[in-house]
């Protein structure tokens, strides 16, 4: 049975220091997740710059950089399903990244895109795919296997019939780069997250999972709500479909995501109420 984790991105806003850090936890463990995955840059000092980018763009991470988090993982009782870091940091010292992962038990580095990169540049995502291959081998000969997570900009198209993330899927050697499947990115640029799922296969090793929905805030001025992530169960992604495939291809762990647009602007709140679909279908 697949892990049920939540990612720290999440969580940020609620582990700004130890004690809130272990409450959010234990919460976390009460509602019947397994483990968390950790993002690297999270788990250790970051500038204020950094902290103000990130809230900007609707992922605060919070001040829990300071924190003794090797230590409150393993109180918690929950697992690391994977350390989410950059390929920049795997290229210049692999053995670093590989170390920091298996530190906290975690068997997985996870490459989170690439910023400031042009994915409608064939020539560009091809020589990513190469970068990939090599840092995947890098991690491997140090007992880490690594994975790449998509957004929506992978689905730019580099020419007529193909897509970024064709090449990505295509052009990297399964021995040394997988997937990290968030059918939510692919679902918000308009594919469908089924049939990629499908034809990722047992190259999904892990699934980031949230729901995609409208929610009323008030007196709508028009018809129209705008959609944003919502908790598993309230929106309109076909999860229980997207649930059997993953089951299907045994992924190792199905991870929630989400940066806003929470109930009642809790994320503790709403990563309780999303782990009723995952308890049940997980």
Not at 151 to 162: A, I, W
Not at 208 to 228: F, Q
């Amino acid at each position: 049975m697949a892990i049920k984790a939540v990612q720290q991105f999440m969580l940020g806003t609620v582990m700004n220091n130890e004690a809130q850090a272990r409450d959010t936890m234990g919460k976390m463990k009460a509602a019947g997740y397994d483990g968390i995955e950790l993002c690297g840059f999270m788990i250790h000092p970051t500038g204020f710059m950094v902290r103000l980018m990130t809230k900007a763009a609707g992922m605060p991470v919070g001040k829990g950089g300071n924190l003794n988090w090797k230590e409150i993982v393993k109180d918690s009782g929950l697992q690391v399903v994977s350390l989410h870091t950059d390929l920049g940091s795997v290229e210049r010292d692999p053995a670093a990244v590989a170390a920091q992962a298996k530190e906290f038990g975690a068997n997985y580095a996870v490459i989170t895109g690439m910023y400031r990169f042009a994915y409608g540049d064939e020539k560009a995502v091809r020589e990513l795919a190469t970068r990939l291959n090599k840092a995947g081998e890098a991690v491997k000969k140090e007992g880490i296997s690594l994975l790449y997570h998509n957004h929506n900009c992978e689905l730019q198209r580099v020419n007529p019939t193909r897509r970024a993330y064709d090449i990505l899927l295509t052009e990297t050697d399964p021995a040394a780069v997988n997937f990290e499947f968030d059918s939510y990115w692919f679902a918000e640029g308009g594919a469908n997250p089924l049939e990629w799922m499908e034809r990722l296969g047992e190259r999904m090793t892990l699934w980031h999972i949230n729901d995609r929905g409208a929610r009323l805030a008030g007196p709508a001025m028009t018809p129209i709500l705008k959609t944003d992530s919502a908790e598993l169960g309230t929106g309109n992604m076909p999860l229980e479909a997207l649930a059997e495939q993953a089951k299907r291809v045994n992924i190792e762990a199905v991870v929630l995501e989400s940066h806003r647009n929470w109930m009642d602007k809790s994320p503790v709140k709403s990563f309780q109420v999303s782990a009723k679909f995952l308890n049940e279908h997980f």
